[in-house]
Structure formats: structure tokens, C-alpha cells
Nanobody
Framework: QVQLVESGGGSVQAGGSLRLSCSVY??????????LGWFRQTPGKEREGLAS???????SYADSVKGRFTISRDNAKNTLFLQMNSLKPEDTAMYYC??????????????????RGQGTQVTVSS
């Protein structure tokens, strides 16, 4: 029902920036109503919700990324973005975009989504 494809990951030095993109392939009524977001995961650790954005553009951020990461969506292109600035080595992880039916839990709802992409690796070196 929903297919998500991430791109834009890579390697960067601490203090640098990356912009992740996520193309969302689904029915218009789903894209127009679902909450979109990003989470990350490192081996042996739980998924960490990072940010969410609802269909009205309201956003929610985890404290760990607030002020450094910005989530946005281009509804004309069915694309979700995550602008990541001031990257730190602890940001190193596999990053996933996800779609959830409701944004009531904000970024906390994102990791449990049934719809997520294949992930894109972000590596930040010190």
C-alpha cells in the first residue's frame, strides 16, 4: 500500500551536513493524510524516532536532534526530507523514513510504523 525509498546517506565529518530524501509511492488519499517521519537504528540498539511531520506541516522532534535536524515534505513530489546539520559521530546509524496513519504520538510513533523504507546509512567521523 505504501512504498518508501530513501536516498542521500553517506559519510561526512563531524560538523558537516547531509540531506536525506524519501520518495513515497502510495495512493493520494494516503499520502495526503498519513504522518511521515524518520527514525534511525544502530546494531544492538532499539529504533530511535527522530522527527515527524503531519499533512498540515506540523512537526515534532526528538531532543537528540532538535535544532540540528529539519524535517520537511514536498507534497507536489510526494517526497519527504531530513536536513541534518551539525552532525556528530553519535548520529552514525541506518536512517529510515516511515509512514504512520496518525501523528498523535509525534516522532515517538514513527519507529513502530509498518511502512518503512530500506534505509540509508549515515556515517559521521570525528
Amino acid at each position: 500500500q505504501v512504498q518508501l525509498v530513501e536516498s542521500g546517506g553517506g559519510s561526512v565529518q563531524a560538523g558537516g551536513s547531509l540531506r536525506l530524501s524519501c520518495s513515497v509511492y502510495t495512493y493520494a488519499y494516503i499520502y495526503d493524510t498519513y504522518c511521515l517521519g524518520w527514525f534511525r537504528q544502530t546494531p544492538g540498539k532499539e529504533r530511535e524516532g527522530l522527527a515527524s511531520i503531519d499533512s498540515y506541516g506540523s512537526t515534532s522532534y526528538a531532543d537528540s536532534v532538535k535544532g540540528r535536524f529539519t524535517i520537511s515534505r514536498d507534497n507536489a513530489k510526494n517526497t519527504l526530507f531530513l536536513q541534518m546539520n551539525s552532525l556528530k559521530p553519535e548520529d552514525t546509524a541506518m536512517y529510515y523514513c516511515a509512514a504512520v496513519a496518525y501523528c498523535s504520538g509525534g516522532y515517538r510513533s514513527v519507529p513502530s510504523s509498518n511502512y518503512r523504507g530500506q534505509g540509508t546509512q549515515v556515517t559521521v567521523s570525528s
